[in-house]
């Protein structure tokens, strides 16, 4: 059985709290397998049981409105495609400033067309890189002084889900995930 990974938006954010122990009991109770959470910020790791993930996606978005009462999207990725993000990165000399080095993961790739819209010259001093479904960048002075808000990313890329991950916690959630 593979693994997948599902990176929870906008969780344990003001009164959207979803307390990762209950979340795992309840993905058990659901028939999920092999759950694990990692940090409180909805990293959830889970064995696929023989679905897609988008399936497994869908069916915990649905678990998480029933049981908290609203809706929290989630980006689901597998271990092979959680890989290749970490094969691609564009900007290899960032890694040692992990904190500030984030990937946003989106829900599909935005269009090309509105990818090219956004010039480096307008976010500097951060440095930025679009690879597939993914969107990497630097903020020298810390991330919350980015521009790469997640509403900002799902307006101008007309994405529905965005959420980012720091290069560490990209970088743990693969070693979690095991072969």
């Not at 790739?109 to 010259?121: H, I, N, R």
């Not at 903020?139 to 509403?151: A, D, E, L, R």
Request: proline share 4%; with cysteine; net charge negative.
């Amino acid at each position: 059985m593979g693994r997948q990974i599902a990176l929870l938006r906008a969780v344990n954010v003001g009164k959207r709290q979803v307390p990762m122990a209950k979340l795992r009991e309840l993905m058990a109770a659901a028939g999920f397998q092999e759950v694990a959470t990692h940090l409180q910020s909805g990293n959830v790791l889970l064995a696929d049981g023989g679905l897609s993930a988008a399936e497994n996606g869908r069916r915990l978005e649905k678990l998480l409105l029933d049981e908290f009462g609203f809706v929290v999207e989630c980006v689901m990725r597998t271990t092979e495609q959680l890989d290749a993000v970490i094969a691609a990165n564009p900007l290899p000399d960032r890694v040692a400033d992990a904190k500030r080095y984030v990937v946003t993961f989106f829900d599909h790739a935005p269009e090309a067309g509105l990818v090219a819209a956004l010039k480096p010259e307008d976010f500097a001093p951060d440095e930025f890189a679009f690879i597939g479904d993914e969107l990497y960048s630097w903020s020298p002075n810390g991330v919350h002084t980015s521009k790469f808000t997640q509403q900002f990313l799902t307006r101008k890329l007309k994405v529905q889900v965005a959420t980012g991950r720091n290069w560490d916690t990209v970088l743990k959630l693969r070693e979690l995930a095991g072969d």
